[in-house]
């Protein structure tokens, strides 16, 4: 089974719609992230989260919020949807070896593909 | 100016072609690089991480400069298996993507 996963995998909405995306790790990890990926613009950091208690927001936040309900489950939510947060989203984990200013390697999982119509 | 700066490309070589690829950042506090590879519509892997000393994996060589704020990557006898997108993190900062293709 893979070690992040993430729900759905393909969505297809609507503009004004809320939508949530979901994602589940089973490596134990305290940090997990939230990214979206356009064509050309690369990884942009949407949200990011330390531990259970501890949410921060990345480069793109407004239009976005998170969940982190367990140390195993973030979840992303669009609360009112535009054709412009049409993007590939990726959720990921990492652990916390060398302290809160290190950042370790990401694992990531297979991407939400979402399109707003 | 964008945090982490990578050339797009795409670079085309041939097999066994060496490859050069630079990364520029701003945040000079900057204290964790990477190199990551992505397959088409695929989640990004970690391909080696950058360490101060510089660091090689096989083909692959990894450097780091930190008084000009970049970092490298070198990939030797370039195989097919190469082409994908390398990816430049900085911290938690993705540049976006350098697109290389491999040819006969």
């Known amino acids: 089974d893979a070690d992040v996963t993430q729900t759905p995998r393909n969505r297809i909405t609507k503009t004004g719609k809320r939508i949530m995306l979901e994602c589940s790790q089973t490596?134990?990890?305290?940090?997990m992230y939230w990214y979206r990926q356009d064509p050309g613009l690369g990884l942009r950091l949407i949200y990011y989260s330390f531990d259970v208690k501890d949410i921060n927001k990345g480069e793109i936040s407004d239009g976005y919020s998170v969940s982190r309900q367990a140390q195993a489950k973030f979840s992303l939510s669009l609360e009112s949807a535009i054709p412009n947060q049409t993007a590939l989203y990726f959720c990921a984990t990492s652990d916390v070896g060398g302290g809160r200013a290190i950042n370790n390697e990401q694992f990531f999982g297979p991407g939400t593909r979402l399109t707003v119509l | 100016r964008k945090e982490v700066e990578q050339d797009p490309g795409p670079f085309n070589v041939p097999e066994g072609a060496t490859v050069a690829f630079n990364c520029t950042y701003s945040n000079s506090a900057s204290q964790s690089f990477f190199w990551y590879r992505q397959d088409c519509r695929k989640e990004p892997k970690l391909l080696m991480s950058v360490y101060s000393s510089g660091n090689e994996d096989g083909r692959f060589t990894a450097q780091l400069n930190r008084a000009s704020q970049y970092i490298s990557l070198l990939i030797r006898d370039s195989k097919l298996s190469d082409s994908a997108t390398y990816l430049c993190v900085v911290g938690m900062r993705f540049g976006a993507g350098t697109r290389l293709t491999v040819k006969p």
């Open positions: 490596k134990g990890h305290d940090r």
